[in-house]
């Protein structure tokens, strides 16, 4: 799994620091081997035939966008999945191997989990957590230059506990 966080502004929208705590708590929720993480619900409702991993990439900082802009807009939305996602292949473009990303070598990565800083209190707003696909026009995929398809979004106020991510990588599945 990849995770990307991104950092948005806000015009007074509520929004959390990605500092070195809230990262790690992340992590622990994720990929850590106490009670009730993703990585420990999947192996346990599979019968250890699922588990997880992944990277928690290096903070994407969007300064184009504010929370507002991409509220309601859809657009927005998959322009910032695709900025940050274009940072994250460049800072890791020499210690990633994209087809660990891409199991199946369709030229899509399997599992993105965009998780922005913005604490987004409204159902089906655009930055409520929630699993989707990006619809792409007139593209062929490449598994030698895989882009996302698959992805979860979810928020900061979800970052210490896993529930939230739990239910929408079951979608995912």
Request: hydrophobic share 35%; glycine share 4%; net charge negative.
């Amino acid at each position: 799994m990849l995770v990307i966080p991104i950092s948005l502004i806000s015009n007074g929208g509520r929004l959390i620091n990605w500092n070195d705590t809230n990262l790690k708590e992340l992590e622990r929720s994720l990929f850590g081997d106490s009670n009730y993480t993703l990585k420990t619900y999947y192996e346990a409702a599979s019968f250890d035939r699922v588990t997880f991993d992944g990277l928690i990439t290096d903070v994407y900082f969007e300064r184009e966008l504010t929370a507002e802009d991409i509220l309601g807009n859809q657009n927005a939305l998959y322009q910032l999945m695709a900025r940050s996602f274009a940072f994250v292949k460049e800072q890791h473009k020499n210690d990633i191997d994209w087809s660990e990303y891409d199991i199946n070598a369709d030229g899509y990565i399997d599992n993105v989990y965009f998780l922005t800083n913005y604490i987004s209190y409204t159902w089906q707003d655009t930055l409520w957590p929630h699993k989707s696909s990006i619809q792409y026009n007139n593209f062929t995929p490449d598994p030698e230059n895989p882009v996302p398809y698959q992805y979860i979004l979810s928020n900061s106020s979800y970052v210490k506990e896993s529930y939230v991510t739990i239910h929408e990588q079951g979608h995912a599945f």
